[in-house]
């Protein structure tokens, strides 16, 4: 698996996914929107919270969960066996697999929200 196996979220490349209004109770005349899906999955166990981290690196081999990542701030990387790198910081989101094998490092002082999905 490599770096592009990690999902950078966003609508960048997606089809928009508009609910029909008839999904809700009520809407005002001027409600829009769109959801541009990263990850679908059925899953037996699901993890949240919030972690910060200094400086460095941790090897994950494989990756023991899909996590879906919220930059909140400072910069991390992920970087695939093959040297394949995607670098993300404040406000970036993105999901990392289950079974990736690759490296995450911490560039400067960061922290995120998370989501483990087993």
Do not use: H, N
Request: glycine letters at 12%; a negative charge.
């Amino acid at each position: 698996m490599d770096i592009s196996a990690v999902t950078v979220l966003g609508a960048a490349g997606r089809a928009p996914y508009v609910p029909p209004l008839s999904d809700y109770a009520a809407s005002s005349p001027s409600w829009t929107e769109a959801e541009f899906t990263g990850l679908e999955t059925t899953a037996a166990s699901v993890r949240a919270g919030y972690w910060t981290g200094e400086p460095g690196s941790v090897r994950l081999d494989p990756w023991p969960y899909t996590e879906i990542c919220s930059i909140l701030t400072g910069r991390v990387a992920v970087v695939d066996q093959a040297g394949g790198r995607l670098e993300f910081g404040a406000g970036d989101g993105f999901v990392v697999p289950k079974g990736f094998v690759g490296d995450w490092l911490t560039l400067e002082a960061a922290s995120k929200y998370f989501i483990a999905v087993e």
